[in-house]
T-cell receptor, first 111, second 114 residues
Framework: DTGVSQDPRHKITKRGQNVTFRCDPI?????LYWYRQTLGQGPEFLTY????????KSRLLSDRFSAERPKGSFSTLEIQRTEQGDSAMYLC?????????FGPGTRLTVT | AQSVTQLDSQVPVFEEAPVELRCNYS??????LFWYVQYPNQGLQLLLK??????LVKGINGFEAEFNKSQTSFHLRKPSVHISDTAEYFC????????????FGTGTRLQVFP
């Protein structure tokens, strides 16, 4: 068990560009979660998957955001046409229905 | 819906002193409560959780928390802090019937001075 991993750890992009983040959950966990954390705030729920099914999406997840978990293992979060307000830490977590285990996060900076 | 209030944004304390980080929650249904710690440039690590049973919960690194239903609180305590406890601490709540949606507080920055 190597824990939850996220790639990349840091991403700097220019406004208007698309970015994609990857999350690899703990192998036996069937649930995967995405959160966003802005400076000075706690994590905010974005969406979660049970296996490959996306079961809930927050209103924070605008049309520019899309998340997938095609084979029920790793997940990707894509942000299209990035805006400066998208600058944040994007956290992934996984669980088997109980306590969520978090990854190290991907820090996005939009210039 | 649930909500969490962490009353102190920053708590400065000297090494070996006791500390309490305050957390209050709001919910119309029964809840599970969590404390997570976040070290700089890292993800969140679970310190402890309350699901049911004894209201005094012990966690890792010498931390403990007490669930108080009447005061809707879940304060985190440590009798003697170390420099290495310097970090951001987050209280979180979920409805007991839906652990998939964690609601976090805004965090408390614990700064331990030598």
């Amino acid at each position: 068990d190597t824990g939850v991993s996220q790639d990349p750890r840091h991403k700097i992009t220019k406004r208007g560009q698309n970015v994609t983040f990857r999350c690899d959950p703990i192998s036996e966990h069937n649930r995967l979660y995405w959160y966003r954390q802005t400076l000075g705030q706690g994590p905010e729920f974005l969406t979660y998957f049970q296996n490959e099914a996306q079961l809930e999406k927050s209103r924070l997840l605008s049309d520019r955001f899309s998340a997938e978990r095609p084979k029920g293992s790793f997940s990707t979060l894509e942000i299209q046409r990035t805006e400066q307000g998208d600058s944040a830490m994007y956290l992934c977590a996984s669980s088997s229905g109980g306590t969520q285990t978090f990854g190290p996060g991907t820090r996005l900076t939009v210039t | 819906a649930q909500s969490v209030t962490q009353l102190d944004s920053q708590v400065p304390v000297f090494e070996e002193a006791p500390v309490e980080l305050r957390c209050n929650y709001s919910s119309s249904v029964s809840v599970y409560l969590f404390w997570y710690v976040q070290y700089p440039n890292q993800g969140l690590q679970l310190l402890l959780k309350y699901l049911s049973g004894s209201t005094l919960v012990k966690g890792i690194n010498g931390f403990e928390a007490e669930f108080n239903k009447s005061q809707t609180s879940f304060h985190l305590r440590k009798p003697s802090v170390h420099i290495s406890d310097t970090a951001e601490y987050f209280c979180a709540v979920s409805a007991s019937y839906n652990t998939d949606k964690l609601i976090f507080g805004t965090g408390t920055r614990l700064q331990v001075f030598p």
